[in-house]
């Protein structure tokens, strides 16, 4: 995901610096090139051979032992995308918004051309610091970049809970993400992607679902963001982590997730429905638990059919890519072909049952208005929607 980025890591001296070390590791998995700084006081939380330990590279420190000799304090933010200072101490905070530039990292901030990212991390008395606050509206209005510091427990518990926490290093890694969208064949296009399954109650403790575990979904976002794309993903109860640099949001309901698919699909370029949704509902879900001794055995309820995302969303379609998921039993390629051609979609994704919901591996066919079938014989989910995306470039670039 950030593959060729360079980012210069800055860590001052709070006990929120050992999340630093999590930072790091996270940004170098996404391919980045990270240079670390560390403030003298950092280095009495986490030495530096932590971090060279794990970017592989020597962590500079002061101004005049930087290993480049004449101008070395400059060469740091040479060439770089991203400054992330993380955490950012109250008084790191004061000396950015203030211009001093008496250390290695304030210098280097000064003379550095690309955005600065700063994550403050604090006691939360000194975060609601009139001073404070001064500091940080300061540094907004100079241009940089300020991640509002999480909610919880203080380091020390007499302090008990508030706001200044630094924000964990998954939600850190998400806005680097999307600071440094990658440079790709999507890049400037906007695609929205749904993913897993949806849930219809039954009564307050019972649903109606189905056994879709998101994979392929998330997978074509991950995949999307990879080549450029700003990516929307909404998806049903899943059990997985969100794609860094992606938008996302949970919904439970069928009808939840079309009114969040309208939502994104009115500012999007595409949208990827690989979600399944539940095509039943009950008609009038009970507002207590149902109890199998009131039943008096069996129990018979009505169902009525769900909204059809695919088919209120592609009224709005105009000059935009829909491209929907079907998976059949019986005549699948002729139920293909009639999802796709009443509900205005540009291809389908014909799944083959034995490798469709829940599974890690993907065996279908992708159909287009013109009859053409694609043929992709069992592989992974992940080549999958290389293949699929592959398709997509085509059709936003009018081939």
């Not at 370029?269 to 690989?274: E, G, K, S, V, Y």
Request: aromatic letters at 4%; hydrophobic letters at 40%.
């Amino acid at each position: 995901m950030l593959k060729n980025r360079k980012i210069l890591l800055v860590v001052t001296g709070g006990i929120a610096a050992y999340k630093a070390c999590e930072l790091l590791r996270l940004m170098m998995k996404n391919h980045a090139s990270v240079q670390v700084t560390l403030s003298a006081a950092a280095a009495r939380f986490v030495t530096p051979l932590t971090f060279e330990a794990i970017s592989g590279k020597r962590v500079e420190m002061g101004l005049f032992d930087v290993s480049d000799a004449v101008g070395g304090h400059l060469g740091i933010v040479r060439d770089i995308d991203l400054m992330v200072c993380a955490p950012a101490t109250a008084n790191c905070i004061a000396k950015l918004s203030h211009g001093i530039a008496d250390d290695l990292i304030s210098t280097a901030a000064l003379a550095c051309t690309a955005p600065i990212l700063i994550c403050p991390a604090m006691n939360h008395k000194m975060w609601q610091n009139a001073i404070v606050q001064d500091n940080v509206a300061r540094l907004k209005d100079k241009g940089f970049l300020v991640m509002d510091p999480a909610e919880g427990p203080m380091a020390s518990p007499d302090e008990g809970e508030g706001v200044g926490r630094l924000p964990e290093p998954t939600e850190i890694l998400h806005r680097i993400c999307e600071l440094l969208p990658p440079k790709g064949p999507l890049r400037g296009k906007t695609i929205t992607v749904t993913a897993g399954p949806t849930q219809e109650p039954i009564d307050p403790v019972r649903v109606i679902s189905n056994l879709s575990s998101g994979r392929m979904g998330f997978t074509i976002a991950e995949e999307a963001r990879k080549r450029g794309a700003r990516v929307h993903l909404i998806s049903g109860p899943v059990r997985l982590f969100d794609p860094p640099g992606i938008t996302s949001r949970c919904v439970n309901s069928t009808q939840e997730m079309l009114d969040a698919v309208k939502s994104a699909f009115s500012e999007s370029d595409a949208l990827i429905m690989a979600a399944a949704p539940g095509d039943f509902r009950r008609a009038d879900p009970s507002a207590s638990k149902l109890k199998k001794s009131a039943s008096g055995g069996n129990l018979t309820i009505e169902l009525e059919p769900t909204p059809d995302i695919l088919k209120s969303v592609s009224r709005d379609k105009k000059n935009k890519r829909i491209i929907g998921f079907a998976l059949e039993t019986d005549a699948g390629l002729e139920n293909a072909r009639r999802k796709l051609t009443e509900k205005g979609l540009d291809l389908i994704v014909l799944n083959h049952p034995s490798t469709g919901l829940g599974q890690h591996s993907i065996q279908g066919t992708i159909l287009d208005a013109t009859d053409d079938m694609q043929v992709l014989e069992n592989m992974p989910k992940h080549d999958f929607a290389g293949k699929l995306l592959d398709r997509l470039e085509a059709l936003l670039a009018g081939k």
